[in-house]
């Protein structure tokens, strides 16, 4: 439908308005199902890159590390160190007279710095509260997918000494 | 043209299904935990290949209907 002025020419309104329905392109249903179907290969094909990615990825290779004296840190006392490279944050904790367990420091979820809570017990994420178990890592609440990744300790005299991680996905910061 | 849009409902079902699983499959891998990595690549193969198959049934169909448009 044209809408003309009494003297033929466009009328002011046309300005402000310039697209017209009828020139609008209409999206048939075979595109849309290409384009969804196309979608669906780039989801495949997503998964296959992280098979490929998993395929080649080196595992890592961990230092070992002096993290602290036995009798350097109390009990309920926490040390913080890095491993396996400077960049990669972990906390010591001494949860009794005997046992030191170490976590990386870096929450499961937006990365944010965990600490030791004495009274819950329990590592926790200031950023949106979410906890960790200071036994084996494990989410206790909150929104954190996993458990933290933990720094498997060894005994070397009175040292406590780091040498690898368990649940750490890639490889080290570098 | 009911068909047709079963077709594309199912479509996007299943698009949203490999969304999902692509998005949790990258979290196991992130994680270490390999492990889930394969099965979940040919999970998301044979629902492509189903939305290959709705894709080619509605290009099918649609040549023969006489309306084709969605909006």
Redesign the interface.
């Known amino acids: 439908m044209t809408l003309k002025t009494k003297d033929g020419s466009e009328p002011l309104w046309r300005d402000e308005f310039s697209v017209r329905a009828e020139d609008e392109r209409l999206v048939t249903r075979r595109q849309f199902a290409k384009f969804l179907t196309l979608t669906s290969v780039a989801m495949a094909a997503g998964n296959a890159w992280i098979v490929v990615k998993s395929w080649f990825r080196r595992p890592p290779e961990f230092p070992r590390v002096t993290v602290a004296a036995i009798g350097d840190v109390p009990v309920g006392g926490v040390k913080l160190f890095n491993y396996p490279t400077p960049n990669d944050p972990c906390l010591l904790v001494r949860t009794d007279a005997d046992t030191h367990v170490a976590y990386s420091q870096v929450c499961t979820h937006l990365s944010c710095a965990v600490f030791f809570s004495p009274e819950s017990e329990r590592l926790e994420c200031p950023c949106h509260r979410g906890s960790f178990s200071v036994t084996d890592g494990s989410v206790i609440a909150g929104p954190p997918p996993r458990r933290l990744p933990r720094v498997v300790l060894e005994r070397r005299g009175s040292d406590l000494v780091a040498v690898r991680m368990e649940g750490h996905g890639g490889e080290p910061t570098r | 043209m009911v068909a ?2 079963g ?2 409902a199912l ?2 079902v ?2 949203i299904v ?2 999902w ?2 998005s949790a ?3 196991a ?4 935990r ?1 492990g889930v ?2 099965p ?2 040919v999970v ?2 044979a ?2 290949a189903m ?2 198959v ?2 080619s049934f ?2 099918k169909v ?1 040549r023969t209907g006489p309306n ?4």
């Open positions: 047709i849009d077709a594309l479509i996007a299943l698009l490999q969304m699983l692509l499959t990258l979290e891998y992130l994680g270490g390999d990595v394969v979940a690549a998301s193969g629902l492509c939305c290959l709705l894709a509605i290009r649609g084709d448009s969605v909006s």
